[in-house]
């Protein structure tokens, strides 16, 4: 193979080849997952980020995000991950948006040193949202009786299988309330000067990428290749840095291989509907 010659050559004498790491960071936010439906999380995603870090003579680490948001816990744990190794190791975080990175999509990707976005792409959403299903007269029309024994008189609070209560809502609200208020001082801490005086700005409403450029809330518009030659020459190279999973999601062997796989099978198959709506929501919500 031509050129193959050179990896015969000591160390010292070959040229250092400019590599990227990118790490993708898609789907919705959420603790658990399965093998089926794997979820976007800190320990889904902590070997890539620790590998891509890792890699000593890279000056930077490219993280490429898709996510409509989800929980506002691993959102902050994976922004608190991400900040935690590129001090540690010295690396500039450039970040690229593609369909959406809105909610704690967003909080994520002001980990980022840049923010990079398609002009098409959605980006904000800095609020708090909560949603569920009611099913206060289900287990009546099927003929279940539920019975629910607790010590403490708001263990129930925000019951799906009771009628919904004002004082449940106005609870809900206030925990909402803090959560977002952590969301905007992080906005703020990372995004300074450049975020422009809007009144919506910390409403929940979310915009295009050229309309968020213009917010302060992505510093350049333009996609992850072109931006990386543009920024360390033609000769650079990308290089995704993956899970070491198997088909199922680990390595197995023999009977086991067969166990686990039906078992995941059987997993995938109940998996609850509701669940389900609630991820597409999240997905709808941005018109994705």
Excluded: C
């Amino acid at each position: 193979m031509a050129g193959g010659w050179k990896r015969f050559l000591p160390k010292r004498f070959r040229k250092q080849e400019l590599v990227i790491p990118v790490v993708r960071l898609h789907g919705p936010i959420m603790s658990g997952g399965s093998r089926f439906r794997p979820a976007l999380n800190l320990a889904s995603i902590a070997g890539q980020l620790e590998k891509a870090f890792s890699l000593k003579n890279s000056p930077a680490v490219a993280l490429s995000i898709n996510s409509p948001g989800g929980s506002p816990v691993q959102s902050r744990m994976i922004y608190q991950r991400i900040r935690s190794l590129a001090e540690e190791k010295n690396k500039t975080v450039l970040v690229f948006v593609e369909d959406v990175a809105a909610s704690g999509g967003y909080m994520i990707a002001i980990a980022g040193d840049e923010i990079i976005a398609d002009p098409t792409s959605i980006v904000g959403s800095i609020g708090v949202v909560s949603g569920g299903f009611g099913f206060p007269e289900l287990l009546k029309k099927v003929g279940v009786e539920r019975r629910v024994y607790t010590s403490g008189e708001n263990k129930v609070i925000l019951d799906p299988f009771q009628p919904e209560k004002e004082s449940d809502i106005a609870y809900l609200k206030t925990l909402q309330a803090d959560i977002h208020e952590v969301f905007i001082d992080m906005v703020k801490a990372r995004r300074g000067i450049r975020l422009a005086d809007h009144p919506d700005l910390f409403s929940g409403l979310f915009w295009t990428g050229r309309k968020g450029f213009e917010l302060g809330l992505v510093d350049k518009l333009g996609s992850l290749r072109e931006e990386i030659k543009a920024r360390y020459g033609k000769e650079a190279r990308l290089q995704l840095v993956s899970g070491s999973r198997g088909l199922f999601g680990r390595k197995a062997h023999g009977v086991d291989a067969a166990l686990g796989a039906s078992q995941a099978i059987g997993t995938a198959a109940a998996s609850s509907l509701a669940e389900t709506l609630e991820e597409r929501a999240l997905w709808a919500r941005y018109g994705l």
